[in-house]
């Protein structure tokens, strides 16, 4: 099994910063495409980052040029530098796993809530 813990999330003021954490277990880590997704009150989840085992990295349109996802297989651990924040990025994210690089994802993290005020 995998598990996913995140952290990194708090609240910060519009035009700031964060970088979000995600540590894993187990041992299918770097093999595995790598996702941070997020979920705002009253709005379904989206993909805002998505890394894939060859560094392949795709964004939400809304996220370009402001998010980074990076990983480091060292140490079982992906991350999300968030800059620019706006307070739409306000949401709870989550990171999770995809071990066989098909778009599906069958781990995830227990989420860490990102708060932006304006």
């Known amino acids: 099994q995998v598990q996913l813990v995140e952290s990194g999330g708090g609240s910060v003021q519009a035009g700031g910063s964060l970088r979000l954490s995600c540590a894993a277990s187990?041992?299918?880590?770097?093999?595995?495409?790598m996702g941070w997704y997020r979920q705002a009150p009253g709005k379904q989840r989206e993909l805002v980052a998505r890394?894939?085992?060859?560094?392949?990295?795709n964004y939400a349109d809304s996220v370009k040029g402001r998010f980074t996802i990076s990983r480091d297989n060292a140490k079982n651990t992906v991350y999300l530098q968030m800059n620019s924040l706006k307070p739409e990025d306000t949401a709870v994210y989550y990171c999770?796993?995809?071990?066989?690089?098909?778009?599906?994802?069958?781990?995830w993290g227990q989420g860490t809530q990102v708060t932006v005020s304006s």
């Open positions: 999770a796993a995809d071990p066989t690089e098909s778009g599906r994802y069958d781990f």
């Open positions: 187990g041992t299918i880590f770097s093999n595995s495409a």
């Open positions: 890394i894939t085992s060859g560094w392949r990295r």
